[in-house]
């Protein structure tokens, strides 16, 4: 069984900054050898990617619109994924959810939400302008 739950979101003004985190339980699996991934939906619309990180944490991949002001982590020896954003803006105003799976070769990730079998329920982040 695995359980992925997010914290650290909340209400800030634009141009400041919060760190999310995600902590994993996961009986039967170990942490470091699943794929990870933040994805967010806004009001009214469809869930989209965020940033993703491999096994290691040495690969990573991130939307165009948060690249140089998001930064995806991960320690293992935690079981625990972070989401490190800067320079917020009113459109990262989002509920933002983690997003895990273990089919991923060492060195892969996936952009795509339908190849991750287990997500967190959520955590709203709002930015005001």
């Known amino acids: 069984q695995v359980q992925l739950v997010e914290s650290g979101g909340g209400l800030v003004q634009a141009g400041e900054s919060l760190r999310l985190s995600c902590t994993a339980s996961a009986s039967g699996r170990t942490f470091s050898n699943c794929a990870l991934a933040w994805f967010r939906q806004a009001p009214g619309k469809e869930r989209e990617f965020v940033a993703a990180i491999t096994r290691s944490g040495g690969g990573t991949a991130y939307a165009d619109s948060v690249k140089g002001r998001f930064t995806i982590s991960r320690d293992n020896a935690k079981n625990t994924l972070y989401l490190q954003m800067n320079s917020l803006k009113p459109e990262d105003t989002a509920v933002y959810y983690c997003?895990?799976?273990?089919?991923?070769?060492?060195?892969?990730?996936?952009?795509?939400?339908?190849?991750?079998?287990?997500w967190g329920q959520g955590t709203q982040v709002t930015v005001s302008s």
């Open positions: 997003a895990a799976d273990w089919r991923f070769q060492p060195h892969r990730y996936s952009l795509r939400e339908g190849e991750y079998d287990y």
